[in-house]
């Protein structure tokens, strides 16, 4: 059974403020999702990264894909109240086939 | 993007009833969707995968008899909550997932949350 840790599971900030959460397994993933989520509305993609060691940049948002694709990044700079949310890290492919392992999520609220 | 539309957004029903939810992939053809559930403040967990013109693959612990899913084409799977009691409201997600060269990405619907009373 694949694992997926995510941490931290909640975080407070002030607007401003830089985070990171990190996305962790013993398990090689073919591809590693972000999503953001808002209460009562479904996950919202906010990228995928399929290759080791990858870098991508969305805006504020910079996602790392680890070396050996068992580990993800998400790096938000500057936070701002928009940003508060649900974020989810997901791993596909390898030895899950077309299923998703989900981290356990990282609740964001970002303080004016 | 991909969109994926879900209906109703949110049911209120008796015990006893039957709830249909509807997962449709607008913009795209989907060979396997997903239906998830989620408590609040949780991560998804993942119910069933439905694969167009075959029988849904359940994970361990949830009753197939009782979350029936029927993917009847390309763009449309629906899970049907039968004789729904108070312990199954919750919020139902479904997804969609696009192959290819897209991979794994799942897209998700916007959830129905169902509340049995």
Redesign the interface.
């Known amino acids: 059974t694949q694992l997926l840790e995510q941490s931290p599971q909640f975080l407070s900030i002030q607007e401003g403020e830089n985070l990171t959460v990190y996305c962790n397994s013993s398990s090689v993933f073919s591809s590693l999702q972000w999503y953001r989520q808002e209460p009562g509305e479904g996950p919202v993609l906010l990228v995928t990264v399929v290759t080791g060691g990858e870098v991508k940049k969305l805006k504020r948002l910079t996602f790392q894909f680890g070396d050996a694709r068992k580990d993800s990044s998400l790096h938000i700079t500057a936070a701002q109240p928009g940003d508060t949310g649900l974020y989810l890290c997901a791993g596909g492919g390898e030895t899950s086939g077309s299923r998703l392992t989900f981290g356990e999520g990282t609740q964001l609220t970002v303080n004016p | ?1 991909a969109v ?1 539309s ?1 209906h109703p957004s949110w049911v209120i029903c008796k015990s006893g009833t039957s709830v249909k939810i509807e997962c449709r992939s607008l913009d795209f053809q989907a060979t ?1 969707m ?1 239906w998830y559930r989620q408590f609040p ?4 967990m ?1 119910m069933a ?1 439905s694969n167009e013109g075959s029988k849904a693959t359940y994970e361990q612990g949830v009753e197939k008899d009782k979350f029936l899913i029927n993917h009847a084409s390309l763009t449309l799977s629906t899970l049907t909550v039968t004789s729904a009691h108070p312990e199954d409201s919750s ?1 139902y ?1 479904c ?1 969609a ?1 696009m192959g290819g060269s ?10 129905t ?1 169902l509340l049995v009373l």
């Open positions: 993007g994926v879900q396997t997903f403040k949780q991560s998804l993942l995968t919020f997600i997804s997932r897209w991979g794994e990405t799942q897209y998700f619907g916007p959830g949350r």
